[in-house]
């Protein structure tokens, strides 16, 4: 199973952008799938993640109200919607597979498999 991440991009100040990860290898049905984040020097971090078995979906505090996961079954890929924008929001983004059918709360990266490379998304006037 692998994961891809596209869709980053320079972004202004209150902008909204768009992130896709496509699996292959395996589809949707078996594996839940999470976006994280990464800021040069500190911990990968927890975004958002959607459910395989019944398309719930999680947030981390700090992105609720402004991101919005979901996902295309027939295209394998899960999106990470994603509106104002903030200075502060770190810059790569990552997206990874949780094999089972829920997603867990806290989202850990120890949990989850077959990375992406990430894709880098700048906020800046």
């Known amino acids: 199973v692998q994961a891809v991440e596209s869709g980053g991009g320079l972004v202004q100040p209150g902008g909204s952008r768009t992130l896709s990860c496509q699996v292959s290898?395996?589809?949707?049905?078996?594996?839940?799938v999470g976006w994280f984040r990464q800021a040069p020097g500190k911990e990968r971090e927890g975004v958002s993640c959607i459910s395989s078995s019944d398309d719930s979906t999680y947030y981390t505090d700090s992105v609720k109200g402004r991101f919005t996961i979901s996902k295309d079954d027939a295209k394998n890929t899960v999106y990470l919607q994603m509106n104002n924008l903030k200075p502060e929001d770190p810059t790569v983004y990552l997206c990874?597979?949780?094999?089972?059918?829920?997603?867990?709360?806290?989202?850990?990266?120890?949990?989850?498999?077959?990375w992406g490379q990430g894709t880098q998304v700048t906020v800046s006037s």
């Open positions: 990874a597979v949780l094999y089972g059918s829920l997603c867990l709360d806290p989202q850990l990266p120890s949990d989850y498999s077959a």
């Open positions: 290898g395996s589809t949707l049905d078996y594996y839940s």
